[in-house]
């Protein structure tokens, strides 16, 4: 069973940085993508970013290119999402997932992912 339990949101003003983890057991991941997603209030949820946890290949969504950076720590099989440059736009639930992609399939499209965590949240005042 995998369990994905995410930490690391909070409270921050604009311009500020935040990290978060993810923690991941139940199995390797060797093969796998990563992925970090977010929820705004009363909007879709939509890609972050990702990452192959073999090779380590990084993929971001142009609205957070350049101020958050995806990373893993292979001895924890913990991932990480650094975030600077916060915005008021970036409040989100931030949700991290993992899953293993089909033939063709995309980091960026969610139902790629089997498992997920529980969310943690991130807001941004102004």
């Known amino acids: 069973q995998v369990q994905l339990v995410e930490s690391g949101g909070g409270l921050v003003q604009a311009g500020d940085s935040l990290r978060l983890s993810c923690a991941a057991s139940?199995?390797?991941?060797?093969?796998?993508?990563m992925g970090w997603f977010r929820q705004a209030p009363g909007k879709d949820r939509e890609f972050v970013a990702a990452?192959?946890?073999?090779?380590?290949?990084?993929y971001y969504a142009d609205s957070v290119k350049g101020r958050f950076t995806i990373s893993r720590n292979n001895l924890k099989s913990t991932v990480y999402l650094q975030m600077n440059s916060l915005a008021p736009e970036d409040t989100a639930i931030y949700y991290c997932a993992v899953g293993r992609l089909r033939i063709g399939g995309s980091q960026r499209d969610q139902t790629e992912y089997q498992y997920w965590g529980q969310g943690t949240q991130v807001t941004v005042s102004s």
């Open positions: 139940g199995r390797g991941f060797s093969g796998h993508v």
């Open positions: 990452l192959m946890w073999s090779g380590g290949y990084t």
